[in-house]
């Protein structure tokens, strides 16, 4: 991508969903993985770097609440994720900050389970240089997690089939990159929501778009013979038995506490674990790999590099052949944020540029 300098502004323009796309800018699936492919090379390098802080509020305080108390018994098996969380990150370029507030029961209110904003800042000022309605561009960063773990932790010669647990914004990008990506190599892609009218929603919305067949499921028994299992959901419980797991799969986990203690337990003895960032899983202490540890008392972020927990974002090799599984947990990195954001806002700009040119 050609490099623009990129001003902070006196008159900073809030870019909603409709106004990026009646500009054509909303990146292409091959945009995305070029700013997100983009977003690795400098996180391994150490060119891009950032944080994440995350307020969670106790669940029992929103019940409390007597106008939404009757709607309780619908969250029995869903967490709500009631959580005020800040990704802050900086590149050669700019700095960018996502605000993002979630609730699981926003979808009652017609609203997403979760809102993002984007920050985008000037790096030598941190001015600010816009501000963007990062919801999608969110759910979309966070499904490109799905073709950088196939890609690195299977041979370019593999054909698998994919189990995916899911049916929302996150599951539609899964199924996007790796329609896009990797369309010869995926035989199926099985698909088991948390709703039959969310699958029966996803189904809908991806009819006629993808090249993979795309298989909805009401239960695991397709889930054997998917060697890539990825969970993107907000469940209070395991999604699978480790019984019931290809020998050797290969799980990404973009959502919580989706896996059960024997599965964990044989890939720390016998595979392979690896975080996107360990420190970052640590201390965000929500998902399956950060609550083995801390519901015995221990640490993730001090005990996991002693044991040969990897890293995504590490400049080391990892290992593709494994005897046992490989556990791949992410916690969703600031700077994949801020790549995504940044290509938005170029071509947004590009737009406006040729507009302008064009009235001269």
Known sequence: MQEQNIQASRDVKFLNCEEIRAAGADLTTQELLDATDAAWRDIRSGKSFGGKSVLSLPEEAFWEIESVAPFKSQFENERLGWKLSCLYSVNDQLGGVKIIGANAFNRNLGFPRSTSTVLLLEKRTLRLVTVLEGTAMSARRTGTYATTVLGMFTNPTDKLSVFLFGSGPIAR?????????????????????????????????????????????????????????????????????????????????????????????????????????????????????????????????????????AELSGSGDLHVEQEGPTCVTCVGLPMLDLYVAQATYKKYRAFNDHMLATRT
């Open 173 to 309: 990008s899964v199924i996007e990159c790796l329609d896009f990506r990797f369309a010869d190599r995926i035989e199926e892609i099985v698909v088991r929501g948390r709703s039959r009218e969310g699958l029966e929603a996803l189904m809908a919305d991806i009819a006629g778009c993808t090249t993979i067949p795309v298989i909805p499921a009401s239960d695991t028994t397709r889930l054997p013979f998917c060697r890539f299992v990825i969970t993107a959901t907000n469940s209070r419980t395991p999604l699978f038995d480790d019984c019931a797991l290809h020998r050797r799969a290969i799980s990404l986990h973009l959502g919580g506490d989706e896996v059960p203690e024997t599965y964990l337990q044989r890939a720390l003895r016998s595979g392979l674990v690896v975080c996107d960032d360990v420190a970052t899983v640590s201390r965000r202490n929500s998902q399956s790999i950060a609550l083995h540890f801390s519901r015995r008392g221990l640490s993730l972020e001090q005990v996991g590099p002693l044991i040969g927990v």
